[in-house]
């Protein structure tokens, strides 16, 4: 137990214990925001489909009908962890619920107003210590957040909308079983817990979409960072680097989508999330998670009036360096590539039912530099159910 096993390691337990098995590929975000979306890989920011719209691009709720939108996404995943000793293995198994859905209402036909709700989450329970410490808890975490979308949406032009929204964020976070460096005999000393904390946050977002013709629509969105408020008790030790705050980060993007035929779609995006430019992850014995480029890509077939058939593939560049493996150790969020499909039935005039599936490969992130020795290995599955209603 000595450098290389404990103390090298333990510069970054504490801050390991951050998240935990995340949800999707993207960092800390899903793939995609709504059901019908996601089954296309997550590309919506030229594509509204429903009144989640406003949290992939606001301006979308202008081509979005006057409707409600229910929709859930289940995270199924397992995870293990190579954890700096030989034969040190932890395993997480875990299932969690993400709610999302929203209301638009088309006020007039230049305007819209609306709302679109979106959750995200993390959580691990490993059920023993990460370390044989004496006195050592269970690691675990728990990273709830909740994201209110008001929207308005102006449509100057036919072919043209611009939207404005505010995102009104709530979070809560806990951490157990987390292990520090410290003065005493063996270099290690278990933390202790701070208990559930919450905290609030807003910021704000934009978008555009043109349709130039019948086939054709562009789009472009942009997020800025949402500051959430001070976690108390965390900003003594897990967050004192960024003073208690795990903001969310900055994004944009742009997207298209393609009309190839009436019964055919075809959409695609590129994203860029800005986790490198958060406090939390700038502290040199934390994270250090990079920006991180998102590619997705979906199609759509409309068989009849009432079936539609969807299809996606989502690529992304992994915001853990293999150097930082260490650090990143409770955060196994290495997926680079997810597949998904779903479909659409048409119950009756007003009311449409949606599934679909998601599947991120077993993946494995190998240590390297700093890293050499630890590995991380996760595959996530998600199961979604939609439900939307047109006024």
Known sequence: MKSRSFNHLAAWACFACLHGTVHAINGAQLGGSGVRNAGMGGASIAL???ANAAANNPAGMAYVPSSATL?????DGHSSADY???GNRLENKQTIAAPQGGFNWQLSPQLAAGVSISGSGSGSDYGRPALPVSGAGNAKSTLRIVELVPTLAWRPREDLALGMALTLAYQQFKADGVIVPASVPGGLLPLAGHGMQDSTGVGWRAGVLWKPGNDWSFGANYKARTIMGRLKGYDTDLLAFSGG???IPEQYG??????VTPQVVLAADWLRILWGDLKVMQDPNGFRWRNQPVFRFGASWAVDDRLTLRAGYSQNRGQIESSATTQNLLVPSVHEKAYSMGLSWALDAKNELSIGYEINPRTTLTGTGAGTGD????RVQMFMLGWQRRF
């Open 48 to 50: 509204p489909l429903d």
């Open 71 to 75: 929709d859930l996404q289940v995270f």
């Open 84 to 86: 700096v000793l030989p």
């Open 245 to 247: 705050h795990l903001d």
């Open 254 to 259: 742009v997207g298209v989508a393609w009309q």
């Open 375 to 378: 590995n991380l290995t996760s």
